[in-house]
């Protein structure tokens, strides 16, 4: 049953916009507190300096395509918002269909649209080069990506995420599944161009796709990255560490837990290593990544015909 | 034939359809290259929603994940190829407009005509309960054939594209005799060498 069907379907709107939110708040304070060793106070920072930019005037360039820059800068907190659509909230999804890994997928892909088209938007050299190599990225980690998330799949039988969850019962999938587990965060950061995978808002094109957006534009941008974390982070919790399983504590306490540790764990990581240019990301993805997730996918599908997941 | 579907169903199909169209139209419309583009994927989203609307959770997902890497692609390309791309100066996506609106009235009217002349089949046995499970189960099984040949004629095309548009081979990588240890490339890649 979905979360709309059992607790009506603004509350459970409301539920997914409300974790959204929170979720990307988290992201954002626990960078800001990697970074800069503020501890519990980047919180508070970050929820002043997103008010900040609230209020901040917009700044324009000469000939823009406006529709577009909006379209786009618009999209990319909605569509993380709409990933989260799919991940269980309390053991229910706001949707839930027999195909919820590819809907999470879809809302990713259409993201290369989104972070493009803020390229594209401002007709302005660094960030339309930013919007380039967020595609050739793109290029690069989807496939695994679609691997990953095929193995899951696989091993649950269902692409239902409620079933993925269910099907966790007696093993994590983390367990048989360790090379789409780290995929699949990777993948992460780099759909959210995060990281060790930020080149299309690098420093070297002045802030790439970032470098023309001011005040509720780059709120909106930053949080829809965020969010994209966050609700990946949550995505992983419940495709590999068992979803909301767990001795003692009630059901959604675990969800959460594991979600706040899977996010501590991608910004620390994430934080600590160095930047990969995306020429190098596309020979890593084909060369490593793409076998390194098929084989993965092959050891899963010979323990499901041996009963394995049974 | 209608009457299998519920009146919202049908209801959204017209809409979405009348949208996909619009946006299909727009296409011809505008004056710039992405605008274009990403019309285009307006009208194929469009489209995506339709199969959501029909119950095909799994092709709508995928027809939106694949039209939307796809003509982000292709808007690189566009760009590159396309005359005045940005519509900084009048540009259109429309060629030999008198031609192809004959082709397009033709086309129109035989797909028209047909539609409503033929004598549809009545529909045996019932909608399954879940639509990507007989989807799978069609593709890996009564359909595996047509499906692995389409597979290996697709990439086989990939390959060959690649070969032909590329204008580096081996030779240029390894040498005359192809005995270099490490290859040579413009692009330094990731991989140690």
Redesign the interface.
């Known amino acids: 049953m979905t979360s709309a069907a059992a607790w009506g379907t603004w509350p459970a709107v409301l539920a997914v916009l409300g974790v959204g939110l929170a979720l990307g708040v988290l992201v954002a304070a626990v960078d800001r507190a990697v970074l800069s060793g503020t501890g519990v106070r980047a919180g508070a920072e970050v929820l002043r300096s997103g008010t900040r930019l609230l209020t901040e005037q917009r700044r324009t360039t000469l000939?823009p395509?406006p529709?577009?820059w909006r379209?786009g800068t618009a999209s990319v907190p909605v569509l993380a918002l709409l990933s989260l659509a799919v991940v269980p909230i309390g053991g229910r999804t706001l949707l839930s269909?027999?195909?919820d890994l590819?809907?999470f997928?879809?809302m990713e892909?259409?993201l290369?649209?989104a972070v493009?088209?803020v390229g594209?938007g401002p007709?302005a050299v660094h960030a339309l080069t930013g919007g380039?190599r967020f595609?050739i990225q793109?290029?690069s980690y989807?496939l695994p990506l679609m691997f990953a998330l095929i193995t899951v799949g696989l091993g649950a039988q269902s692409?239902r995420t409620t079933e993925v969850v269910a099907a966790q019962g007696g093993l994590w999938f983390v367990v048989t599944m360790p090379v789409a587990f780290v995929v699949f965060l990777a993948s992460a950061a780099a759909f959210a161009f995060w990281g060790p995978f930020a080149a299309p808002a690098g420093p070297d094109i002045a802030g790439g796709v970032l470098s023309e957006l001011s005040g509720v534009d780059r709120l909106l941008l930053e949080l829809g990255r965020a969010v994209f974390l966050g609700a990946s982070a949550a995505m992983a919790a419940a495709l590999f560490l068992g979803g909301d399983a767990g001795p003692w504590l009630p059901g959604p306490v675990w969800q959460l837990l594991k979600t706040v540790a899977l996010v501590v764990l991608l910004v620390v990581v994430g934080r600590r290593s160095p930047l990969?240019?995306p020429?190098?990301?596309?020979?890593?993805g084909w060369?490593?990544l793409i076998p390194a997730t098929l084989l993965q996918a092959l050891v899963v599908a010979v323990l499901v015909l041996t009963g394995f997941y049974a | 034939m209608l009457t299998d579907v519920s009146g919202w169903t049908v209801a959204a199909v017209i809409a979405l359809g009348g949208l996909s169209v619009a946006t299909g139209i727009v296409v011809f419309v505008v004056d710039?290259m992405?605008?274009a583009t990403?019309a285009l994927?307006a009208s194929f989203?469009a489209v995506a929603s339709i199969l959501v609307a029909l119950e095909l959770?799994?092709l709508?997902?995928?027809t939106?994940?694949?039209m939307?890497?796809e003509?982000?692609?292709m808007?690189?390309f566009m760009v590159m190829f396309m005359m005045n791309p940005?519509g900084?100066m009048p540009m259109t996506m429309v060629h030999n407009p008198r031609g192809s609106a004959v082709l397009g009235a033709g086309v129109f009217t035989v797909l028209t005509v047909g539609i409503w002349t033929i004598e549809w089949p009545t529909r045996r046995g019932e909608p399954p309960a879940?639509?990507?499970?007989q989807l799978g189960e069609a593709i890996m099984g009564s359909h595996m054939l047509v499906m692995l040949v389409i597979g290996v004629a697709l990439f086989a095309t990939i390959i060959a594209g690649t070969v032909l548009a590329t204008a580096r081979g081996r030779y240029d990588r390894f040498g005359a005799d192809l005995d270099a240890a490490a290859p040579d490339d413009p692009?330094?890649?990731?991989?140690p060498r």
């Open positions: 000939a395509d529709l577009l379209l269909t027999s195909a590819v809907w997928n879809a892909a259409i290369w649209a493009w088209l594209w007709n380039y595609l793109g290029l989807e692409l990969i240019r020429d190098r990301i596309v020979e890593i060369m490593v | 710039s992405a605008r990403f994927l989203l959770p799994y709508a997902f995928v939106a994940l694949m939307t890497i003509m982000a692609i808007a690189v940005a900084l879940d639509s990507t499970v692009v330094p890649g990731g991989l």
